[in-house]
């Protein structure tokens, strides 16, 4: 199981705060993670609409998209941020 933690507009769109998922085996990268959550629902789908812009920390640590996910215990996705 992979703990997934979603922060922000992405928690408010999913509805919820975190999750714990079997990934399937053919969910091997960032991108493609966010491709099948994508197909979970409609919630999922306006959450991630634009996936190129959800950044991802693996295991706290930031990811880019093409990175594998498959050792990762806790996933965290959120958008885009700004300093301020």
């Known amino acids: 199981m992979t703990k997934l933690v ?3 507009w992405v ?6 705060s ?3 998922i079997a990934l ?3 969910v091997t990268t960032v991108s493609e993670l966010l491709a099948f959550l994508r197909q979970r629902g409609e ?3 306006l959450a991630l609409f ?3 812009i959800i950044r991802v920390a693996l295991d706290k640590a930031h ?3 093409d990175e594998p996910v498959r ?3 806790e996933i965290a996705l959120f958008p885009p941020m700004t300093g301020g």
């Open 6 to 8: 979603y922060f922000a």
């Open 43 to 45: 919630e999922y789908e």
């Open 24 to 26: 399937p085996e053919n």
């Open 11 to 16: 928690r408010e769109r999913i509805g919820l």
């Open 63 to 65: 990811a880019e998209h």
């Open 50 to 52: 634009e996936p190129e």
């Open 71 to 73: 050792n990762a215990s």
């Open 18 to 20: 975190e999750e714990e």
